[in-house]
């Protein structure tokens, strides 16, 4: 007899009455059950039953602290292993299962909640899970608040019923998920206002987990100190020459190692982590993989010794996985793919292309990588495929109208984008978007340079090309187009022109990493800033490299083994 077949069994019996031996009474509703089978499935039942709480021989039981509905449920549950959990009853179904120490329903119940969290419940969950103890609950709602901070403390109407504690705990933490500290100190003002009277004594103790040197120095000076819970209050006079002092330093000198130590610089964990793999390094190819830390703007070799060297290859994040496609190892053109998991740090190698490519370009639409373009150690290719990762299977597509090694790509607004390149004879202008609905490539309007060895990158609704080699020259300039327009314009030019390099955008930010800048491989790392329309200098790669590529790997579980190392303060 199969187990479900036996349990079918035991509740067809508790359900007819035959062979029950105990009445479990709650509110004047009363229900017939069989100890063994309450006993299997709840610690309390076998100390009720069993260890001397009262007479063995008893057949009643009355239940405190649960209504009818509920205990209908857990006996049921004792009996099916199901349970029907909604969002009316699973709270008091949790209260239950510690109560009744029913680990089942525990699970299944934090499960569920697990499962609806969302910017306006995660507090309330949060503390839920802290009252009735559910650590797995608990954390995943923690990481939540922790990941989504700035919308969660401006949104959720729960946030400002923290108690003081659950909110410091909160904003304490290297985890916490903001880009400038001013969220914070915003945070705190909503949470004092909500009760002025209670909380305006608790500013002091708050203040002291911001990381106040990290604060944009236009806000400390005139929305923090000009604040009504601080102005004119002499006794944090020392605080914010403390803060001063430590926020020139950070901005003359750069990041240092004392960063960390100091209360007031130490910087937040990264929400993304951007890898820079492999290249091509003074005249030799390279296995190297960086991490770019942008709390801390430090890179970290993460290289383990496994990783294949193969520079002008393509890189894709997709589904929790890093894909590396094609490349050259300095004499064979591949057309194998490594995949790594940022996880267990394993790389295992999957299904290869229908073509040899290097100088490929490489996209993520719709859960399908692209490899499209390249050259095979013969011909430049107008050829393309997609990667489906759950059947391992490469696909070709269409072709593109035009052959093209040395490209970019990238997806927008459900199409890919393809620019620039080289086909063979002269650098290319032209561009192209492929449509997956109709397998079909479309010409757009040209780039105002020509451009290989380019970057293209999806950044503010838009598509933007940077630097390149126009046939002559290394570039600097940076062009964006606009698709509903069909129309490219002129945007602000790097600080140093680069081909063959790194691009990816990551906390709003556009990063270009390395490449070769006419005369050499560089080191040289810059970003862009939509907002301010201009670049500014990032901490230099520790290696130079051209033909490598970059990709941006977010919510890890194991952010911090990619990150600048952190230890705790005071230690």
């Not at 260890?51 to 449920?73: A, C, F, Q």
């Not at 919308?151 to 705990?169: K, R």
């Not at 399908?368 to 490469?394: C, I, K, S």
Request: aromatic share 12%; with cysteine; charged share 20%.
């Amino acid at each position: 007899m199969e187990r479900n077949d036996a349990w079918n069994i035991f509740n067809e019996l508790r359900l007819g009455g035959p062979l029950c031996d105990v009445v479990i009474e709650v509110n004047g509703v009363k229900f017939t059950a069989h100890k063994i089978i309450l006993c299997g499935c709840s610690a309390y039942f076998r100390a009720l039953f069993a260890n001397g709480w009262s007479d063995t021989g008893r057949h009643e039981y009355s239940i405190p602290d649960v209504s009818p509905e509920i205990m209908k449920l857990v006996i049921d549950y004792a009996y099916t292993h199901s349970l029907p959990i909604t969002v009316d009853n699973v709270e008091s179904l949790l209260v239950a299962a510690d109560q009744f120490t029913i680990a089942g329903i525990m699970q299944s119940c934090s499960a569920f909640l697990e499962n609806q969290l969302c910017l306006e419940n995660c507090t309330g969950i949060f503390k839920f899970a802290d009252i009735n103890w559910c650590p797995e609950l608990y954390q995943s709602a923690f990481s939540f608040i922790l990941h989504n901070f700035k919308e969660v403390a401006t949104i959720s109407e729960e946030f400002l019923e923290l108690t003081l504690p659950q909110l410091c705990d909160i904003i304490e933490k290297d985890e916490l998920n903001v880009s400038q500290e001013d969220v914070v100190f915003d945070a705190i003002l909503h949470w004092i206002r909500h009760a002025p009277a209670s909380r305006n004594a608790h500013m002091s103790v708050l203040l002291s987990k911001v990381r106040m040197a990290r604060i944009s120095a236009d806000y400390f000076m005139y929305t923090l100190k000009n604040s009504d819970l601080l102005k004119d209050r002499v006794e944090f006079n020392p605080f914010f020459i403390s803060t001063l002092k430590a926020m020139y330093n950070l901005n003359m000198n750069g990041p240092s190692p004392s960063d960390f130590d100091n209360p007031l610089t130490r910087p937040r964990l990264p929400s993304a982590i951007l890898l820079a793999i492999s290249g091509w390094n003074h005249g030799s190819p390279t296995n190297a993989i960086e991490a770019y830390d942008t709390r801390a703007d430090r890179w970290v070799n993460v290289t383990r010794g496994e990783e294949r060297p193969r520079p002008y290859h393509g890189a894709a994040y997709l589904k929790g996985f890093v894909y590396c496609i094609g490349g050259f190892d300095g004499v064979v053109c591949f057309s194998s793919v490594d995949k790594f998991n940022p996880v267990t740090r394993i790389w295992h190698e999957v299904a290869p292309m229908h073509s040899r490519r290097c100088y490929v370009s490489v996209a993520v639409l719709d859960s399908f990588v692209y490899a499209m373009g390249g050259f095979d150690g013969h011909l430049r290719l107008n050829t393309a495929e997609r990667y489906h990762p759950e059947a391992n299977q490469w696909m070709q597509i269409s072709p593109m109208i035009e052959q093209r090694s040395d490209a970019s790509a990238t997806a927008l607004h459900g199409k890919v984008y393809i620019c620039g390149g080289f086909n063979g004879a002269e650098s290319l202008f032209t561009a192209e978007c492929y449509n997956p609905l109709t397998d079909q490539w479309d010409a757009i309007a040209p780039m105002t340079n020509s451009r290989s060895g380019l970057g293209i990158v999806a950044y503010d609704e838009q598509i933007y090309a940077v630097g390149g080699f126009d046939g002559s020259n290394r570039l600097r300039s940076m062009e964006a187009y606009n698709p509903l327009t069909n129309k490219w314009r002129d945007v602000a030019a790097m600080f140093n022109p680069r081909s063959n390099f790194g691009i990816e955008v990551v906390d709003d930010l556009m990063f270009v990493v390395g490449g070769f800048n006419g005369l050499t491989t560089t080191t040289s790392v810059e970003y862009y800033n939509r907002n301010a329309d201009s670049w500014y200098n990032a901490q230099e790669m520790g290696a130079g490299r051209s033909g490598l590529s970059c990709c941006v790997v977010s919510a890890l579980p194991s952010i911090a083994r990619y990150a600048a190392p952190r230890q705790s303060l005071g230690q």
